[in-house]
């Protein structure tokens, strides 16, 4: 599986981005899909996160709750992740991450840069 991750740019705060994470696989849908990021001098963290199919189900860090909101296009095989009311410590390379259950493994797209400053 590979994973395209796009969307990432200069924003001034309060501004808004959508990222993308497209894959090359039809099959998307079976994965679990997150949202991290990795600021400089920091460890990656964990973003946002949907469930597989119909992605009924999805979670948030506490720090981008009711700011991001994750989705999923599984005819697009792409995962998005709209970012409103951006802040200067959003700022952080963001990657995508499939999550295949059997057997376990995890598919890491390469990062897309998010800058939030004015």
């Known amino acids: 599986v590979q994973l395209q991750a796009s969307g990432g740019g200069l924003v001034q705060p309060g501004g808004s981005l959508r990222l993308s994470c497209a894959a090359s696989?039809?099959?998307?849908?079976?994965?679990?899909v997150g949202w991290f990021r990795q600021a400089p001098g920091k460890e990656r963290e964990f973003v946002a996160a949907?469930?597989?199919?119909?992605?009924?189900?999805?979670r948030y860090v506490d720090s981008v709750k009711g700011r991001f909101t994750i989705s999923r296009d599984n005819a697009k095989n792409t995962v998005y992740l709209q970012m409103n009311s951006l802040k200067p410590e959003d700022t952080a390379v963001y990657y995508c991450?499939?999550?295949?259950?059997?057997?376990?493994?995890?598919?890491w797209g390469q990062g897309t840069l998010v800058t939030v400053s004015s």
């Open positions: 696989v039809r099959t998307l849908s079976s994965y679990v």
């Open positions: 991450k499939a999550h295949q259950l059997y057997p376990p493994t995890d598919y």
């Open positions: 949907i469930s597989r199919g119909g992605g009924s189900t999805t």
